[in-house]
């Protein structure tokens, strides 16, 4: 089947921005919300002709797309083509069971559900508007609405964070039994004001990290998970597929504004202005885009950077030509990957080193 067969869309809007935060998000703004999913329906059939007759996936990323109003999320859900997986984000305090019913009628299969923590203190830490209760509440929610899969976002190392939070952050999580557990570091960037409250708190537990990423790991993975990409754990068969299609480099579209676009050897990103992306649709043009072209060196470098994420080994003939012939030696020499058959595997203890050997293979 020709064509890109992955579709991103992007609904920046949020009732709060939280202090981490650094993705293309915009608070509040309801009378604007129509008028972006018309600009969005717009770029999607502007941009239609590059995408495969039957999409492998779509994810409604964000922002939270579930605090959309109500009617435009339905009139974009009843608009876009039909796809094996569709996933949609969501903020426990937006779940209500006339939403998660909605979303079920509309074709969506897959709900990724913002936790982050279980503990109060944390919560607040984050500035998380979803207290415990509420994440409990949404995720039962959901499944009463039918949904048979269902992630849970968690986050480690958030400031003040104990050993003991982390380990019943965990059994909380698996309490509840979802198909899929995204287990992320928290990484405060540079310049939010997150950093600037918790800065010296984030450096002085940092030396901690290594150890609640290995219990993470092996709590899950004791828990019958398989650790199928360096964040991310799921129950057999219940990989995020759309997440799968970028760490295997395949082409996807992206739509929305901030939205990124990988087709062929050419990469775009919208400008992440909202005005000017609703006008330039409005006059049925392209939104403004910054655009890179890809050599086979550049993709072959993502190309090693994502694929050793996973858990599956790459094929040493696609990212030869990003590896660095005596940083591979010294990895393998170490214990750190392994060549087998064609391949290029990271073990286990790689695995908790990623980036580290990532860095030490790259050319």
């Known amino acids: 089947m020709s064509g890109v067969r992955h579709?991103?869309?992007h609904l920046p809007f949020c009732a709060h921005r939280c202090g981490?935060?650094?993705?293309?998000?915009?608070?509040?703004?309801?009378?604007?919300?129509?008028?972006?999913?018309?600009a969005l329906l717009r770029e999607l059939q502007l941009e239609g002709g590059l995408l495969a007759p039957r999409l492998e996936t779509i994810f409604l990323g964000g922002g939270t797309p579930t605090y959309t109003e109500a009617a435009a999320l339905r009139r974009l859900l009843a608009a876009l083509p039909d796809a094996g997986e569709i996933t949609i984000e969501a903020n426990p305090e937006t779940v209500t069971p006339a939403l998660a019913a909605g979303l079920r009628a509309a074709g969506v299969n897959r709900v990724s559900l913002g936790a982050q923590s279980f503990r109060p203190a944390l919560l607040d830490v984050l500035e998380r508007r979803a207290g415990p209760d509420?994440?409990?509440?949404?995720?039962?929610?959901?499944?009463?609405?039918?949904?048979?899969?269902?992630s849970l976002d968690l986050l480690y190392g958030i400031p003040g964070q104990r050993p003991s939070d982390l380990e019943a952050d965990l059994d909380d999580a698996l309490a509840l039994a979802p198909e899929h557990i995204s287990y992320y570091e928290l990484e405060a960037k540079p310049g939010t004001r997150f950093t600037h409250a918790h800065g010296d708190e984030l450096a002085r537990?940092?030396?901690?990290?290594?150890?609640?990423?290995?219990?993470?790991v092996e709590t899950l993975t004791g828990a019958g998970?398989?650790?199928?990409?360096?964040?991310?754990?799921?129950r057999p068969g219940r990989e995020a597929r759309h997440n799968l299609g970028y760490w295997l480099g395949r082409d996807y579209l992206g739509i929305g504004i901030g939205a990124v676009s990988t087709v062929g050897a050419r990469r775009w990103r919208n400008a992440p202005k909202l005005g000017a992306y609703v006008a330039a649709l409005a006059r049925?043009?392209?939104?403004a885009r910054e655009l890179e072209l890809l050599d086979a060196g550049t993709k072959a470098r993502e190309r090693l950077m994502l694929g050793l994420r996973l858990d599956r080994p790459l094929r040493f003939g696609d990212v030869a030509e990003a590896i660095e012939p005596d940083g591979l030696a010294?990895?393998?020499?170490?214990?750190?990957?392994?060549?087998?058959?064609?391949?290029?595997?990271l073990t286990r203890r790689g695995r908790f080193l990623g980036g580290a050997v990532t860095a030490e293979l790259m050319a």
């Open 7 to 9: 579709l991103y869309v």
């Open 20 to 38: 981490y935060c650094d993705f293309v998000t915009l608070v509040g703004r309801p009378g604007e919300h129509g008028a972006y999913v018309d």
């Open 134 to 150: 509420a994440v409990r509440g949404a995720f039962a929610t959901v499944r009463e609405a039918g949904f048979e899969n269902v």
């Open 205 to 216: 537990q940092a030396d901690a990290m290594e150890g609640y990423f290995e219990r993470v």
């Open 225 to 234: 998970f398989r650790w199928y990409e360096t964040a991310n754990f799921c």
């Open 284 to 287: 049925g043009e392209a939104p």
């Open 330 to 345: 010294r990895v393998v020499r170490l214990g750190l990957a392994e060549r087998r058959n064609g391949d290029l595997a």
